[in-house]
C-alpha cells in the first residue's frame, strides 16, 4: 500500500510563492472570515498565556535572552568554520554529510538516497525545511510516498493544505472539521471528534506506517559541531521512531543551526519551549550522534544530514541582515503578531508565516515574489519584544522595505532588489522631503495648504480604500500658537 | 566547484573580520544550580515529572524489582520486555512476576520487529540520572536498552538512582563531561508522549508510551 492512498490528496501545487495581488486578496479574504479570525484570536491568546507563565521572573528571561542571543551571534561569527567541524565530527560518526545550495538539489539528493533503497515510502517527522523544499511534492512527483507524522502535519496533509503556524501546523482546523477529515479518508474510521479518541485514531494509522517505512525523515533543531550531534525537539514521540525504526534516517536542515558545544543546546532549549508553547520542556530531547554501531541492537543502518543554503548564505552577507539567521523556528513572533493573528498563517502564501516569514522569505524567494510582505506589518514592535534571541524584527522589516522599494542599484544586498520601486512614489516622497526638510519651504506649503483645503482630493488611493479622505487643517498649529500669545 | 565550496565561500566572503568572545554559560546557570540537597532535588524532579503525567514511586534498592512486578500485575502487563545485560536487568528474572512474562531483549531489533510493535506491553530501561529544574529523566540507550525500548511500547517503565538527579541540564552536560563523549542515541524523557495539535487539547499517548512510571532508588540520597 502506498503513502498516495493513506491520505487521498497529495500536496498538489507549491504555495510557497503568492503575487503581490494574490496577497493582498488573499489578506482580505482571511480578514473577513470571523470563524478564522475567531480561532486564531483565541489561539494566540492561549499561547501567548502559556509563554507568560513560563517566565515569571522577567531577570530569568533577561538573562536567559541575553545568553541566547549571545550564542546564536557566536555561532554564526564562526559559522564556515563550525560547518566544516559538524561536517568533521559527524563523518567521524558514521553520518554522511550533503550540501544543497537550492531546494531542487536538496530534493535531488534525498531522492537518490530513497531510489537507492528502493523506498516506497518515507515517514517525516516535522521538518519545516521540508515544507520549504517542497520535499512531499518532489518525491511523489518520482513515485515515493512522503508521509507526515506529526499530529498537525498528518491532519494538514490529510487536508491537501499547508501548515499555518510553524509550531502547531493545524491550528486552523477545528476539531469538527478534523473528525469530518478522518471519516472521509481513513477506511473504517466514523466521524468522532472526541480529542483522544482521534489522537488514538493517528496513533494507529500512523504506528502502522512506522513499522514498515523505508526511511524516516526528520528536521533538526540544533546541530553539534563539537560532538557531531542532531537534536530534535518534540513531544509526540514521532521524531524518535522516524530517526530509530526505519533502516535510515534523513535529517535535513538550514546552515544556520550550527552551534560549537553541547553547553550551548542547553539554554537555547529551554528557552525554545518556553517561548514556543510555554512548555518548561518538551517530551523528547533527541540527541542523534549516529548510525547502528556494531554490537547496537536498533537504530538506522544509514544516517545523512542534508545542510541547505537557500538564501541564507545572501542574509548571511549583510552585517544586519545575518542577523535573520540567529533564528531558532519557536513561533513566539507570530504568537504576539496583531497581524497574524488577524489574517492566520494561509493568508501570507508562504511556508513560514508571520514575522519570522517575512524576513526569511525574501531571502529565500528573492524581492521580487515578496517585496510586499515586509509590508504586511504595523510595526508594532511586539515580535521583537518576545523573540528569544533577539531578532530586531521591526528594524529588519523597515530595511527590508528600504531593499524593496529603493531604485534598483548596480550592488544589491538582496535578488530582486527594487521590486518594489515606484518611480511616482519615490518621486512624491522627494519632493516631501524637500519641501518638509526646509523651514521656509515647510511654512510656504503649510500655509499653501490650509488656504486650499478645499481642493483635497475625496479619492486617496489606498488610503481612502477604507479611511475618510484627509484634509489639511483649516489653521496651522503655528498660527494656533500665535494667536494664544 | 561543488555546492559545499560555493556555501562555504559565500559564508567566507560574509564573515565577520573579527570574532565574538565565546558565550559564558556559568554566569546565567551558576547561580541556578542552587543548593538544593538531594531531597530538594528529588522533590522538583518529581513535581515536575508528575506535572507532565508521569508516575513516580519511591522505592529502595531492594525492594524495586517486588514493586516492579505488582505494577506490572495492576496495569495487566502481560509482556514486559527489557535488557538483560545491565545491573538492573539482572535482577528483573528473579522478581516475583505474577501474570507477567518479563522478556529479555535478544538480538537485532529486525527479529522482534512485529512483537514489539503489537504484544509487547511494556519496556523497562535503567536511567543515566534526571534534571531536577524541569522533571526529566536522562536515558541513554545502549547495546543492552536498545533506543526503542523507551519508546515503542506503550508503558515505559524507568529506574531512577536518587543520588544522579542534577539540578539543570547545563549541570548535568557540564559535570558529566557530555561534549567528550556522547552515545549514538542520547534522549532526554519528560514523561509519557503527547500532543496538542487537535485545537490545543492535550492528549497523552500520541506515537510514543502512554504511560511513562519511575522507580525511584536510593532517595534518602547519601552515597555508598
Redesign the interface.
Known amino acids: 500500500m502506498s503513502a498516495q492512498t493513506a491520505h487521498g490528496s497529495s500536496t498538489e501545487k507549491p504555495i510557497a510563492f503568492v503575487s503581490a495581488q494574490a496577497l493582498r486578496e488573499r489578506m482580505h479574504t482571511a480578514v473577513n472570515d470571523p470563524h478564522l479570525r475567531t480561532s486564531f484570536r483565541g489561539a494566540m491568546d492561549f499561547l501567548m498565556a502559556k509563554r507568560a507563565a513560563q517566565f515569571p521572573d522577567e531577570s530569568e528571561l533577561a538573562s536567559l535572552r541575553s545568553l541566547s542571543e549571545g550564542i546564536r551571534q557566536y555561532s554564526l561569527a564562526r559559522l564556515p568554520d563550525l560547518l566544516e567541524q559538524l561536517e568533521a565530527s559527524l563523518t567521524l560518526n558514521g553520518v554522511q554529510v550533503h550540501w544543497a545550495e537550492t531546494p531542487a538539489e536538496a530534493n535531488a539528493i534525498m531522492l537518490g538516497i530513497a531510489q537507492r533503497h528502493s523506498a516506497k515510502l518515507i515517514v517525516k517527522g516535522k521538518s519545516m525545511v521540508s515544507e520549504e523544499i517542497e520535499f512531499n511534492h518532489a518525491m511523489e512527483a518520482a513515485g515515493v510516498g512522503a508521509l507526515e507524522s506529526d499530529m498537525g502535519e498528518y491532519i494538514v496533509q490529510l487536508a491537501g493544505e499547508k501548515p499555518s503556524h510553524i509550531i502547531m501546523p493545524a491550528i486552523h482546523q477545528t476539531k469538527q472539521q478534523i473528525a469530518k477529515l478522518f471519516a472521509e479518508h481513513i477506511p473504517g474510521v466514523e466521524y468522532t471528534d472526541n480529542v483522544d479518541a482521534l489522537i488514538q485514531i493517528g496513533r494507529r494509522v500512523l504506528r502502522e506506517k512506522f513499522e514498515i517505512a523505508d526511511i524516516g525523515l526528520s528536521g533538526v533543531n540544533f546541530a553539534v559541531a563539537e560532538t557531531g550531534t542532531l537534536c530534535l525537539v518534540e513531544n509526540e514521540g514521532n521524531g524518535r521512531m522516524c530517526t530509530t525504526v526505519p533502516k535510515v534516517h534523513i535529517a535535513v536542515t538550514g546552515i544556520e543551526k550550527v552551534v560549537e558545544k553541547l553547553e550551548h543546546v542547553a539554554p537555547l532549549f529551554s528557552i525554545l519551549t518556553r517561548s514556543a508553547t510555554g512548555q518548561a520542556v518538551s517530551t523528547y530531547f533527541n540527541m542523534i550522534s549516529g548510525p547502528r554501531k556494531p554490537g547496537e541492537k536498533d537504530g538506522p543502518e544509514e544516517v545523512h544530514l542534508v545542510l541547505l543554503d537557500n538564501g541564507r548564505t545572501q542574509a548571511y552577507a549583510d552585517e544586519q541582515l545575518r542577523k535573520t539567521l540567529q533564528c531558532i523556528r519557536c513561533g513566539a513572533c507570530m504568537n504576539h503578531c496583531p497581524v497574524y493573528t488577524r489574517i492566520g498563517g494561509h493568508a501570507y502564501g508562504t511556508t513560514y508565516p508571520g514575522p519570522i516569514g517575512k524576513i526569511v522569505s525574501p531571502h529565500m524567494m528573492g524581492l521580487e515574489e515578496t517585496h510586499l510582505l515586509p509590508t504586511v506589518s504595523s510595526l508594532c514592535g511586539a515580535c521583537g519584544e518576545v523573540c528569544p534571541v533577539k531578532i530586531p524584527i521591526p528594524e529588519l522589516l523597515i530595511r527590508l522595505r528600504e531593499e524593496a522599494q529603493s531604485e534598483p542599484h548596480a550592488k544589491p544586498a538582496m535578488v530582486g532588489q527594487g521590486a518594489g520601486y515606484n518611480r511616482l512614489a519615490s518621486f512624491g516622497w522627494r519632493m516631501w522631503a524637500r519641501v518638509y526638510g526646509r523651514p521656509g519651504s515647510y511654512r510656504a506649503f503649510s500655509w499653501l495648504a490650509t488656504r486650499l483645503r478645499m481642493f483635497s482630493p475625496s479619492k486617496q488611493g489606498g488610503w481612502t480604500a477604507a479611511r475618510t479622505p484627509l484634509t489639511p487643517a483649516p489653521r496651522r498649529l503655528r498660527d494656533m500658537v500665535k494667536d494664544r500669545r | 566547484m ?3 565550496d ?3 565561500s ?7 573580520a573579527q ?5 559564558v ?1 556559568d ?3 551558576g547561580p541556578r544550580a542552587g543548593t538544593d540537597s538531594p531531597a530538594q532535588r528529588l522533590a522538583r524532579f518529581r513535581t ?1 515529572i508528575e506535572s ?1 503525567h508521569a508516575e513516580v514511586h519511591i522505592t529502595s534498592e531492594a525492594g524495586w524489582p517486588a514493586l516492579l512486578a505488582r505494577l506490572c500485575a495492576d496495569k495487566k502487563v502481560a509482556t514486559l520486555l527489557y535488557g538483560a545485560d545491565t545491573p538492573a536487568g539482572r535482577r528483573i528474572a528473579d522478581a516475583p512476576f505474577a501474570g507477567t512474562t518479563p522478556r529479555a ?1 535478544v ?3 529486525e527479529g522482534l ?2 512483537d514489539l ?1 503489537h504484544r509487547i506491553d511494556a519496556g523497562f530501561t535503567q536511567t543515566r540520572g534526571a534534571i531536577a ?4 529523566l536522562i536515558v541513554w ?3 543492552a536498552e ?3 525500548l523507551s ?2 511500547p506503550p508503558i515505559h517503565f524507568a529506574l531512577l538512582d536518587a543520588r544522579h538527579i542534577h539540578p ?3 549541570d548535568a ?2 559535570l558529566e563531561n ?2 567528550a563523549s ?20 492535550l ?1 497523552y ?5 502512554k504511560e511513562l512510571v519511575v522507580l525511584v532508588i536510593n532517595a534518602e540520597g547519601e552515597p555508598q
Open positions: 561543488s555546492a559545499r560555493r556555501i562555504l559565500k559564508l567566507r566572503a560574509g564573515q565577520p570574532p565574538l568572545p565565546a558565550p554559560l554566569e546565567h546557570f515536575g507532565f531483549w538480538g537485532p531489533v520487529k512485529a510493535f529544574e524541569t522533571g526529566t540507550p545502549s547495546e536498545p533506543r526503542t519508546l515503542v539543570t541540564f547545563f552536560i557540564r557530555w561534549g556522547l552515545p549514538t542515541n542520547a534522549l532526554l524523557i519528560s514523561g509519557p508522549s503527547k500532543t496538542a495539535d487537535i485545537q490545543q487539547t492528549a499517548g500520541a506515537h510514543g508510551p
